[in-house]
């Protein structure tokens, strides 16, 4: 058996949506990118700040009901082993570690405005690996975009940018986790189980 049909072997009926846990994982990327958003941003004084927030309010009400009331197929389901909640736990921790340390390294250097974006290259820095333990391409690109994000903004070294990229580090989340919801990530609908339908 190739590497590749090994995965395809272990596949099986996805779990009803409130069960399945990239539904929830799902859920709890939203909230990060309602964070990232709202926390960097003030007021509805500003146009620009109003359309951000709408689109992301849009994109994670859209994204809700793609999950749980319209559910769509989101590839071949693969049960979490122990190895894989063991990964997603280190990768966790070690997105605060990168934090904690990164925002005290930061606030040694007098930078602390850069502060968002580093937690927005944290948090992108922490799918990557998930895209390898959970077989998700989807993690690739959601972890690339965030980390470029983050790194741009870091490297232009100013408050502004540290702020630009952490809202956009929300507004990627929000559109990029709408894109799999709706199923662009599945790798087709032909491994589709007809129950899920």
């Avoid at 190739?2 to 929830?24: E, L």
């Avoid at 809700?64 to 997603?88: D, E, M, N, S, V």
């Amino acid at each position: 058996m190739t590497a590749d049909a090994a995965p395809r072997a272990r596949a099986h009926a996805a779990p009803p949506p409130f069960a399945d846990p990239r539904r929830i994982g799902t859920v709890v990327g939203l909230i990060g990118a309602v964070v990232f958003v709202f926390s960097y941003t003030t007021g509805f004084s500003d146009p620009l700040v109003v359309a951000v927030r709408l689109l992301c309010i849009a994109c994670v009400s859209a994204t809700l009901w793609f999950l749980f009331a319209a559910p769509r197929f989101l590839g071949p389901f693969l049960a979490p082993r122990a190895w894989q909640i063991g990964t997603y736990v280190a990768c966790v921790v070690i997105e605060f570690v990168v934090i904690a340390a990164g925002g005290r390294w930061l606030e040694e250097a007098g930078n602390v405005e850069l502060r968002p974006a580093l937690i927005g290259f944290a948090v992108g820095l922490h799918f990557v690996p998930f895209a390898w333990a959970f077989k998700e391409r989807m993690f690739y690109t959601l972890g690339g975009t965030l980390m470029a994000l983050g790194a741009g903004g870091l490297l232009v070294g100013t408050g502004t940018s540290a702020l630009v990229a952490a809202v956009g580090c929300g507004v990627a989340m929000s559109v990029l986790l709408l894109a799999y919801t709706l199923g662009a990530f599945a790798g087709g609908r032909k491994h589709m189980n007809p129950s899920s339908t």
